[in-house]
């Protein structure tokens, strides 16, 4: 499976950008899609995660400014980020979960840089 992550850019506190996530090739299910970030110096951390019917998942930094969703025919998945602030500055992954063992696979980041 390849994923191909795209909509990162720099944009100013209380900004909004929109992620992209296409997953293609191999012909497996693909099941949970999710975003995850990786700031400088600190862990990479879930943002947002939506099943194949579904029922999302975010982390409480985000809640309320962040939606996940997903278009299960294209295996597309989006992060619609609004009110961003600087502490969301960070390299955004996309992963899913796909086959018959739910094998997790990554995309390569999009950078998203918030200025204040």
């Known amino acids: 499976v390849q994923l191909q992550a795209s909509g990162g850019g720099l944009v100013q506190a209380g900004g909004s950008l929109r992620l992209s996530c296409a997953a293609s090739?191999?012909?497996?299910?693909?099941?949970?899609m999710g975003w995850y970030r990786q700031a400088p110096g600190k862990q990479r951390e879930m943002v947002a995660t939506i099943t194949r019917s579904g029922v999302t998942n975010y982390a409480d930094f985000v809640k309320g400014r962040f939606t996940i969703s997903r278009d299960v025919a294209k295996n597309t998945m989006y992060l619609q980020m609004n009110s961003l602030k600087p502490e969301d500055t960070a390299v955004y992954y996309c992963?899913?979960?796909?086959?018959?063992?739910?094998?997790?696979?990554w995309g390569k980041g999009t950078q998203v840089t918030v200025s204040s």
């Open positions: 090739g191999s012909g497996r299910m693909v099941y949970t």
């Open positions: 992963k899913v979960a796909a086959g018959s063992t739910w094998t997790d696979y």
